[in-house]
RNA sequence: GCGCUCGUAGCUCAGCUGGAUAGAGCACUGGUUUGCGGUACCAGCGGUCACACGUUCGAAUCGUGUCGGGCGCACCA
């Protein structure tokens, strides 16, 4: 709809004009301040300019109303239109708010080392970036789902020494000492049992098998991750194993040319020439490439896939890491502004307004799967959709717990659990319903029927400006605008029960179609445990 | 110290390509609905938009500076 005013203006005025959303709905349904940029370029006074479009408007069947205020234009959509657009989008329903777009995006989230399960910090990333994968699926991007495997490296070793360590003081009932850093938690008990399982006990006294356990467990903490992201209701299309990548590095040093060099016995990258702080080290004296030499063999391979566009998310703590990588994709040849970094800022969480304990069990993190267990995925994942990615949130448990208003996803389901019982208990059919017309409804039903076709434009506007939140605003105000209307009108029973239950569709439709793109199914009822 | 980022109601946060009286939820106070579902709705309370200066017809929004919080500043990943 939006596009379409747009068009309409910029093919009237003749560039590009702002377009917004009067917060007042007795102004219209959009409205532009264009006459006060235009004022001073035609040296007439804003009013006058207002008044001379709005009258150039009149003719449209597309409006009913266009009118200057104080210098605004205001526009009010025709009944006839959004009527005709609602019947529409529900006898196609599963094209609503659909587009095609034609650019192929690569998009890389999560990437958690498979060293342990998902904490909280990484769920944030995780829904975010599926939440912004389904978003354009929905607009018809070509969009992958990748998660970079880090399977080389420190970590790995640590991960064969923490379960051998492990494994000696508990199935073994050793004395062991721990060094400074090393991973714990439960699953290092399962891991332990099994590895036992498998190699029998003397792997836990191999040190020289230390690499062969890690390798293996790597796998199985792989498992444990991506069923932990099932349960958030998140998949993956593509996984890249880092080990897999540096049979590829002479080739891709060649490549970077005079971007990469050599002193101390080590090799460089000139970074600091394309705007880091200094130069890196990318090849130890040792010979053992460091973590970015893998993510420069990474993202050549990614830029050589073919992809218009790139966008990784990654965890704010990574923040000055992004000129690196984009010193490296120049010398690659490639245009780094193609690579689009998002952060994910922090998460703390509160519980009754305590800050919320780590447990020892967990190693002293807050597991995502603990917190999926507490307050489900739906929850979870609402909660971190709604939330502007990039800086650091707090939330209390509780409120997610419940089964009021007060909790926006209940509120939410409820809305669309109401309009399913209201369609059950009317006797119409569902071809009487779609037959019924949506004109002369009344203003609070047009002003609904409006909202309800909005997702179209909160669903581009989230993508395209990364801020799924827009879309969790816009479920929560069209709920309330329905809770609204369901307290003010009674359906059943009345004249107009066809055309108010039409109505009700597209209500549901748009919160339908809302939720599953950030995940969650709507509910036909609402059950107590939920 | 340098870089990034944030500072909006008692709390958690929207709004930030400059535009009509600064918004929501929670909390608090009062009212309406007892049924189409456990509910939900309405109203009130509450703000020097951290501070200062600047740009502009117009600044929460842009710029500069100050203060305060977070994160980062590895040949770790």
Do not use: C
Request: aromatic share 10%; hydrophobic share 40%.
């Amino acid at each position: 709809m939006k596009q379409r005013v747009s068009a309409l203006l910029r093919e009237k005025i003749g560039r590009e004009v702002v377009l917004e959303k009067p917060r007042d709905r007795s102004f219209g349904h959009f409205a532009t301040p264009i006459a006060f940029s235009l004022a001073k370029e035609l040296r007439k006074s804003p009013m006058i300019i207002a008044d001379e479009l709005a009258s150039s408007f009149e003719s449209s069947e597309f409006f009913s109303k266009v009118e200057a205020v104080k210098g605004y234009l205001n526009f009010r959509l025709s009944e006839d239109f959004l009527a005709e657009y609602a019947s529409w989008a529900l006898k196609n329903s599963s094209e609503f708010a659909k587009q095609e777009k034609n650019q192929k995006i690569l998009l890389e989230f999560v990437s958690a080392n498979p060293t342990g399960p998902l904490h909280i910090g990484h769920a944030r990333g995780a829904v975010y970036g599926d939440t912004l994968y389904r978003l354009a699926k929905h607009l018809g991007y070509d969009i992958t789902a990748e998660y970079y495997i880090n399977d080389a490296g420190n970590q790995i070793d640590l991960l064969g020494l923490s379960i051998q360590l492990h494994a000696r003081e508990n199935l073994l009932d050793e004395t062991v000492e721990y060094p400074e850093s090393y991973y714990r938690g439960e699953y290092l008990e399962g891991l332990s049992r099994d590895a036992m399982e498998k190699f029998g006990v003397e792997i836990f006294h191999d040190e020289s098998r230390q690499k062969e356990l890690a390798l293996w467990a790597k796998d199985e903490v792989m498992k444990i991750i991506v069923k932990d992201l099932g349960d958030l209701n998140i998949a993956f299309d593509t996984f890249v194993y880092e080990s897999t990548l540096y049979d590829d590095w002479d080739r891709v040093m060649q490549k970077m040319g005079s971007g990469i060099y050599k002193k101390d016995d080590k090799v460089w990258i000139a970074s600091e020439a394309k705007g880091d702080e200094k130069d890196r080290v990318v090849v130890r004296e040792d010979g053992r490439p460091t973590y970015l030499a893998g993510d420069i063999v990474y993202h050549n391979q990614k830029f050589e896939r073919g992809y218009d566009h790139f966008i990784n998310i990654w965890g704010a703590d990574h923040h000055g890491y992004i000129p690196r990588v984009q010193a490296a994709i120049e010398y690659l040849g490639y245009d780094s502004k193609k690579l689009e970094v998002l952060l994910s800022q922090m998460v703390s969480l509160l519980k009754d307004g305590e800050p919320y304990k780590m447990s020892k069990r967990a190693g002293n993190v807050i597991l995502m799967s603990d917190i999926v267990e507490e307050i489900g995925s739906d929850a979870l994942r609402f909660i971190f959709a709604s939330k502007k990615s990039d800086t650091a949130l707090e939330f209390d448990l509780a409120e997610f717990k419940k089964q009021d208003s007060s909790n926006p996803i209940f509120y939410i389901q409820y809305a669309h659990a109401r309009i399913q019982t209201l369609l059950a208990k009317s006797e119409l059919s569902y071809a009487d319903i779609m037959d019924a017309s949506l004109k002369n409804l009344g203003e609070n039903a047009d002003t609904l029927l409006f909202d309800a076709l909005l997702l179209p434009e909160v669903v581009e506007d989230a993508f395209n400006t990364r801020q799924v939140q827009k879309l969790t605003d816009y479920l929560k105000s069209l709920a309330a605008s329905l809770h609204k209307f369901y307290y003010d009108v009674r359906m059943i029973g009345t004249d107009d029960e066809a055309k108010l239950l039409k109505l009700m569709l597209m209500v549901a439709l748009s919160i339908k179609t809302g939720l599953s793109l950030m995940g969650i199914q709507a509910k036909d009822k609402m059950s107590k445990e939920d």
